[in-house]
């Protein structure tokens, strides 16, 4: 299928490694220019490298710096001539008790899981509506529609984020401007962080990384964990023509982890 995005112009955030490096390859296959973004310059650029040597790749632009400051978005934003697609992403908050967290630890995950993406939403929508297209991924977490205890910063900061898109997504000047909005939930996908968030609690428990994730593994009914190209894949099909009917939903991809109905 030809998505019918060649030649536009995609910010991908936090992109050098895992799911935003899933999502960037995705649309550069596609022919898409791409704008990525990471905090460590190096792997930045070799990501950018390898994503110049895809099929089909059209322009590929590193911006290294942090998204979840002003400074980090503005750099971003100045590297893309226009935004049609926008893909929101960024470090997840770290794992933890709530009884140990403060003021700053919740002012922290909220500033990089929900005002972050509402900023860059800000800062791009109203031009897409005006050019009469646009796509604006967020990629939350499974943990917005089946809490994770330990991940408590995640789960409230990214409801945040989805309540608001809720409302914003059906707003009649965007919606009706053939601009969509909406929230790609991953389940368990084999990255730096999904083994990094292992590390420590399997340590405690004497085993191996792998050891640790194996009962996880075992309880997806996909019996694995996702891999970032075909979390890239989704997200490229949302940002598609085709997609221009689909706005203000939460679109798990978790291998069948979630256990509900709906
Ligand atoms: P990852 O650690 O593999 O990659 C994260 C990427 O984000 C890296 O390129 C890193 O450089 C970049 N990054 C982190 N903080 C940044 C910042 N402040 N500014 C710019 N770039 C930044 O992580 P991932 O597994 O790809 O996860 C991506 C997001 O999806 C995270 O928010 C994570 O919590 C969430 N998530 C992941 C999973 C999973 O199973 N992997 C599940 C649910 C939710």
Known sequence: MDLGIAGKWALVCAASKGLGKGCAAALVREGVNVVITARGAEALQA???????????AEVRAVAGDITTADGRAAALAACPQVDLLVNNAGGPPPGDFR????????????ANMLTPIELIKATVDGMAARGFGRVVNITSGAVKAPID????????????TGFVAGLARQPRL??????????LPGAFDTDRLRG?????AAKAGKTVDEFLEPRRQAIP????????????????????????????????????YPGTF
Do not use: M
């Not at 990501?47 to 790749?57: D, H, I, K, N, S």
């Open 150 to 161: 330990f991940l408590g910063l995640s789960n409230g900061a990214r409801s945040g984020l």
């Open 197 to 201: 968030t292992a590390v420590a609690p």
């Open 222 to 257: 996909a019996r694995r964990f996702g891999a970032a190209d075909e979390f890239g894949a989704v997200c490229a099909f949302l940002c598609s023509v085709h997609a221009g009917y689909l706005t203000g939903q939460n679109i798990l991809v978790d291998g069948g982890a």
């Open 175 to 184: 919606a009706g401007a053939n601009v969509t909005i909406n929230n790609l």
């Open 100 to 111: 140990d967290w403060d003021r700053d630890a919740w002012i922290k995950a909220v500033d």
């Open 47 to 57: 990501t950018a490298a390898e994503l110049r040597a895809l099929p089909g790749a």
